[in-house]
């Protein structure tokens, strides 16, 4: 049973940080190429970040390019997303999701998702 678990969200003020995690199990996670999304209320899911599964390849969207980093240790099952300079806009649960397919920007591409982790940006 192949699980994601998202933790590290949070409420934090403008222009702080934080670093979201993804510990997945139940697949063999080097294998897997994995990725961020955001869904902010009333919103559509948008693609944040994404990584190969060695970690050579790294894709962002424009709207965080900069400012986001994404990063994993496949010797611990776990993706991670450092989140700087984070802005009100930035305000959403970010979702974790693997593929065994190359990184890609779109969410069909995903085969696994985590629950999702709640980020607040206060103004």
């Known amino acids: 049973q192949v699980q994601l678990v998202e933790s590290g969200g949070g409420l934090v003020q403008t222009g702080g940080s934080l670093r979201l995690s993804c510990a997945a199990s139940?697949?063999?996670?080097?294998?897997?190429?994995m990725a961020w999304f955001r869904q902010a209320p009333g919103k559509e899911r948008d693609f944040v970040s994404a990584?190969?599964?060695?970690?050579?390849?790294?894709h962002y969207a424009d709207f965080v390019k900069g400012r986001f980093t994404i990063f994993r240790d496949n010797t611990k099952n776990t993706v991670y997303l450092q989140m700087n300079s984070l802005e009100p806009e930035d305000t959403a649960v970010y979702y974790c999701a693997a593929t065994y397919r190359q990184s890609g920007l779109r969410s069909v591409e995903y085969d696994y998702w985590g629950q999702g982790t709640q980020v607040t940006v206060s103004s």
């Open positions: 139940g697949l063999p996670f080097s294998t897997y190429a």
């Open positions: 990584i190969s599964q060695a970690g050579g390849t790294k």
